[in-house]
């Protein structure tokens, strides 16, 4: 009979789990979003309700106007003007609720610590931004839109505060730490 063979215990050894001492050690607790991250997380669930709340204004009287108006010197082949401002309807409705969800997404992974989905918001709050001042979307600015641009620009801002970045590097260094353990 061959008995089992003998391993050397790592007492103070340096490996890329961390630091071994007679066995490997818990990853530590894992850190908790400050107060900056949770404000950034509130600020962009409320951009988005106020956005699904926006995107409604376009079924009333005065929203159905401002598309008419928009779309009237579009040439539309062979639709009429009403087809067409149901169809642009449709189509906005649509694409608000998919960027709402991605938005939604992004918000709760970055309160999660992923700095790679506070880049992608900040990234997406700018083209929201940007594009609120462009030609004939600047047209039909409602009051929503002007709520979602002051809740995006502090959530930009506050999710780049010390506190904040601390708490993104810490939140890799932990997921790191965890996945060698």
């Given at each position: 009979m061959t008995t089992p063979p003998q391993y050397p215990s790592y007492s103070g050894g340096n490996y890329p789990g961390g630091n071994y001492q007679g066995g490997p050690q818990g990853p530590g607790p894992k850190p908790s979003a400050p107060g900056t991250v949770t404000a950034a997380f509130a600020l962009y669930v409320l951009a988005a309700l106020v956005s699904l709340v926006g995107v409604f204004l376009v079924f009333t009287d005065a929203g159905t106007r401002q598309i008419r108006d928009a779309l009237r010197d579009t040439n539309t082949g062979n639709m009429s003007l009403d087809d067409l401002v149901r169809v642009t309807?449709?189509?906005?409705?649509a694409v608000v609720v998919v960027f709402l969800a991605l938005y939604l997404f992004f918000a709760f992974m970055m309160r999660a610590g992923r700095n790679w989905a506070r880049i992608v918001l900040?990234?997406?709050?700018?083209?929201?931004?940007?594009?609120?001042?462009?030609?004939?979307?600047?047209?039909?600015?409602?009051?929503?839109?002007w709520v979602t641009l002051v809740f995006s620009i502090l959530a930009i801002v506050l999710m780049y505060l010390a506190q904040s970045n601390q708490y993104f590097a810490d939140s890799k260094a932990y997921r790191k730490g965890a996945v060698y353990r």
């Open positions: 309807r449709t189509i906005t409705v900040t990234v997406l709050s700018a083209l929201s931004i940007a594009s609120s001042f462009a030609g004939s979307v600047a047209a039909t600015r409602s009051w929503a839109t």
